[in-house]
């Protein structure tokens, strides 16, 4: 297995993974005990890449060989701009040499992002003030996507969640896995933590995600379907 940019240059160590912050926009992500130093650590320093293999083998019910994981990957999902950006993707075959992509969300304790209604409104807002944005098409489509009949309570969920869920999807693997990693570090706080998880376990029950066992019993497993194909959910903390 390898780990690369996006570009296809090799990561060889942590140094190298946090080069890819290094630019004004992102730089603030890198810290030790947040979720982007969190994920790099696990994966070069506690055979984060092999664990991830075999929760996904055992979510898949079949052995997997992972081929490459690049960070901060994107997955284009529609025509609307910038695509789902995954903290880790990760590609893979099974024994029958099917396909499996991974995306990987971590967190420490940050949110899932503001609420569909907050996000919706203020897009709104800025179309009705001449600000040019897709955002609320985008946000109507993956509502569509995820909500077979409309309700109110639907805005209440957190957006990131909506396109986290269709962005893996959007790799068009013959598997796809969510793969959501807590890391518990020094920074890590439990009550903002348990909200998060409030926010994930509802957006599973508004989309009619039907919840399955794993073997060990600190982890949740969901499984949504859009349009018939199958999405595994994966909750997981991580101590550190």
């Not at 160590?13 to 730089?27: F, V």
């Not at 810290?31 to 293999?53: M, Q």
């Not at 990131?160 to 570090?185: E, M, N, P, W």
Request: glycine content about 8%; overall charge negative.
């Amino acid at each position: 297995m390898t780990i690369v940019d996006t570009s296809g240059r090799p990561l060889l160590d942590i140094e190298d993974w946090a080069k890819l912050y290094d630019t004004p926009r992102i730089s603030h992500q890198w810290k030790k005990g947040r979720s982007a130093y969190s994920v790099a650590e696990f994966i070069f320093n506690r055979d984060g890449l092999e664990h991830i293999g075999r929760r996904a083998s055992e979510v898949l019910g079949t052995p997997l060989n992972i081929e490459k994981a690049v960070p901060e990957y994107e997955v284009r999902f529609d025509e609307y701009g910038r695509g789902r950006v995954h903290d880790l993707g990760i590609y893979a075959k099974t024994q029958n040499s099917e396909t499996v992509f991974v995306g990987v969300e971590a967190k420490v304790d940050e949110s899932f992002g503001g609420t569909i209604l907050d996000s919706y409104l203020d897009a709104k807002a800025k179309q009705i003030c001449g600000v040019s944005t897709n955002a609320p098409q985008r946000i109507e489509k993956l509502l569509g996507q995820h909500f077979l009949v409309p309700s109110r309570d639907m805005f209440d969920v957190r957006y990131q969640l909506l396109y986290a869920t269709i962005g893996t999807i959007a790799a068009k693997a013959d598997h796809s896995i969510l793969y959501v990693l807590v890391f518990r570090t020094d920074l890590y706080s439990e009550t903002k933590s348990a909200e998060n998880y409030r926010d994930y376990v509802y957006f599973m029950e508004k989309v009619g995600a039907i919840p399955f066992k794993i073997a060990d019993g600190q982890v949740q497993g969901h499984e949504i379907k859009f349009d018939g194909t199958p999405l595994k959910c994966i909750y997981e903390y991580i101590d550190t």
